[in-house]
């Protein structure tokens, strides 16, 4: 059985991807310092290290295990909170990234896998990209991804590290953090219907995304971890796009109550809509998404509704 | 008369843009951490912080100064160094920029010049660049040096900064610090020669590079100030190269007594060889280089025969 080091695992993906290697019997350490993510999703059986992984401190408590490769999902992830505060969202993006390349360069580790962004792109016209499509980066976020894949290849070449960035398009679905109101769209519109009944939309209702379902993010991480050697970076997209419109309309018919929208002003740096091609990744690792936009929101808004209720003791 | 911040003027370019600064009538407040700077490079009249430009608390030092610009020229500059750690070159030469960034924004400062490097190019076929050209960094300073940019470019758009990174070719010339023998390759080989008449050659001798004078450097400098808004980066070069060959001979030349030469292997993410286009500097900000090489290197080596003389007691 393998051993894996799959930081962020109270967090979204981390915690869906740490899940995966439990249950087909891997061990799993994660280093996770709670600041987004939340210490129930980390998945039992799973060795924990509170922390940032962008503290050489944190990282010494690893004491130099080996794993068979390192999963890089820590790091919090809202364009909107990079402008907050650019040197914090430098750390645990970029130098979180190097530090943790620096490991598996010292403890013999061959693989390390990343999750990039989209946002690398910015706003692209014609709006499809590929992964030959110029990067303008729009917000600090998206700037430290961009860095953390250009570290990667570099430690690739000289340091004979497989190493894959995974350039996320709009992740979401069941698990997604419902109180963090700052990132990712899906889940912000989702949470907003189901607790007030009334979504507040910042920007325009005819931006839009490539949403990715959760349990298709995870498998292009395993797709990824069969790499054999050098740098590369694919989208994980759909190809396809929906609108803020469509997505409130797809919420709202999954609710048994009517739910209000109101439109506010944008978030700085903010994309206004971009969407993936996915024939490299098709290609060269055998990915595909297999989850349709409403069929995601479907099992998404069940769940949010059965969890609201909960969290309510009704 | 304005007010300046020089970041790193007890080094090689910031010593120099400070004293043309101070000799033209202008205050200037360097901040400095004399890791491979020196403290008697800083003119007279400059207001002087020891410390880092990464480090927050150095900041807050700077009182809310309302300067006329921020010059960015601190950090170290070895693509060497940064492969033996990677996370101080990320603070140095990245967060650095971020926090003084920020730090213009809070202070109504509206012009930033940075340091920038032709490191961020790599190693590109044809070897004549343009600022159009493929950035692949291949050391972790020019990663950290192109993310910089990157900031740069937000701070314009989002918050009206105008940014330039002028990104320098070889800079050469009298009042390179000769002790350091991890950058620049004029001044490595020049100390070699005069100090113990041997030149040890770290790679092939059919490398090359576009080498700049120090004076025309700090003319871009003064030339960048002077643009009106936006972000840009421009090459700092001259458009020709010479040969690693070539440098020693022309260093040879110069000197009294015989040199001998010896090659071994190359260091990491050493570049082979790149020369910069220069159409764009010339016609946006109105500037080309002055000093050709053969004459730059006559001054530089007669600075630093008399600067070892001198040192030697003789």
Same mark, same amino acid.
């Given at each position: 059985?393998?051993?894996?080091?799959?930081?962020?695992?109270?967090?979204?993906?981390?915690?869906?991807?740490?899940?995966?290697?439990?249950?087909?019997?891997?061990?799993?350490?994660?280093?996770?310092?709670?600041?987004?993510?939340?210490?129930?999703?980390?998945?039992?059986?799973? /060795?924990?290290?509170?922390?940032?992984? %962008? $503290? #050489?401190?944190?990282? *010494?408590?690893?004491?130099? &295990?080996?794993?068979?490769?390192?999963?890089?999902?820590?790091?919090?992830?809202?364009?909107?909170?990079?402008?907050?505060?650019?040197?914090?969202?430098?750390?645990?993006?970029?130098?979180?990234?190097?530090?943790?390349?620096?490991?598996?360069?010292?403890?013999?580790?061959?693989?390390?896998?990343?999750?990039?962004?989209?946002?690398?792109?910015?706003?692209?016209?014609?709006?499809?990209?590929?992964?030959?499509?110029?990067?303008?980066?729009?917000?600090?976020?998206?700037?430290?991804?961009?860095?953390?894949?250009?570290?990667?290849?570099?430690?690739?070449?000289?340091?004979?590290?497989?190493?894959?960035?995974?350039?996320?398009?709009?992740?979401?679905?069941?698990?997604?953090?419902?109180?963090?109101?700052?990132?990712?769209?899906?889940?912000?519109?989702?949470?907003?219907?189901?607790? /007030?009944?009334?979504?507040?939309?910042? %920007? $325009? #209702?005819?931006?839009? *995304?490539?949403?990715?379902? &959760?349990?298709?993010?995870?498998?292009?991480?395993?797709?990824?971890?069969?790499?054999?050697?050098?740098?590369?970076?694919?989208?994980?997209?759909?190809?396809?796009?929906?609108?803020?419109?469509?997505?409130?309309?797809?919420?709202?018919?999954?609710?048994?109550?009517?739910?209000?929208?109101?439109?506010?002003?944008?978030?700085?740096?903010?994309?206004?809509?971009?969407?993936?091609?996915?024939?490299?990744?098709?290609?060269?690792?055998?990915?595909?998404?297999?989850?349709?936009?409403?069929?995601?929101?479907?099992?998404?808004?069940?769940?949010?509704?059965?969890?609201?209720?909960?969290?309510?003791?009704?």
């Amino acid at each position: 059985m393998g051993k894996y080091l799959v930081t962020g695992a109270a967090g979204f993906i981390g915690g869906a991807v740490a899940e995966l290697l439990i249950n087909r019997g891997d061990s799993v350490v994660t280093i996770d310092n709670l600041s987004t993510g939340m210490r129930e999703r980390i998945p039992k059986g799973v /060795d924990f290290i509170e922390g940032d992984a %962008g $503290s #050489p401190k944190v990282i *010494r408590k690893l004491n130099g &295990i080996r794993f068979d490769a390192i999963i890089h999902l820590a790091g919090q992830s809202s364009g909107e909170v990079s402008f907050e505060n650019p040197v914090y969202d430098l750390q645990t993006n970029t130098q979180s990234t190097l530090l943790l390349l620096d490991y598996a360069c010292r403890n013999d580790i061959h693989r390390f896998v990343y999750a990039g962004s989209m946002s690398v792109y910015g706003d692209q016209n014609p709006p499809l990209v590929t992964e030959d499509s110029d990067t303008v980066p729009k917000s600090f976020y998206a700037v430290g991804k961009l860095a953390s894949e250009k570290y990667m290849r570099i430690y690739a070449s000289e340091f004979g590290i497989t190493c894959t960035a995974l350039r996320f398009f709009n992740i979401y679905g069941v698990g997604q953090n419902l109180s963090n109101l700052k990132q990712g769209m899906a889940s912000i519109y989702l949470a907003m219907a189901v607790r /007030d009944h009334k979504i507040i939309v910042k %920007g $325009s #209702p005819d931006r839009f *995304r490539d949403f990715v379902y &959760i349990d298709d993010a995870v498998s292009s991480v395993m797709a990824a971890l069969e790499r054999k050697n050098g740098f590369d970076f694919y989208n994980v997209s759909t190809k396809h796009r929906t609108r803020v419109e469509e997505v409130i309309r797809i919420i709202c018919d999954g609710l048994p109550y009517s739910v209000t929208t109101e439109y506010v002003s944008g978030t700085q740096g903010d994309q206004f809509g971009i969407y993936g091609d996915n024939s490299k990744i098709r290609k060269e690792l055998g990915w595909s998404p297999q989850v349709k936009f409403e069929e995601g929101m479907a099992r998404m808004t069940e769940w949010a509704v059965e969890r609201m209720a909960a969290e309510r003791g009704m």
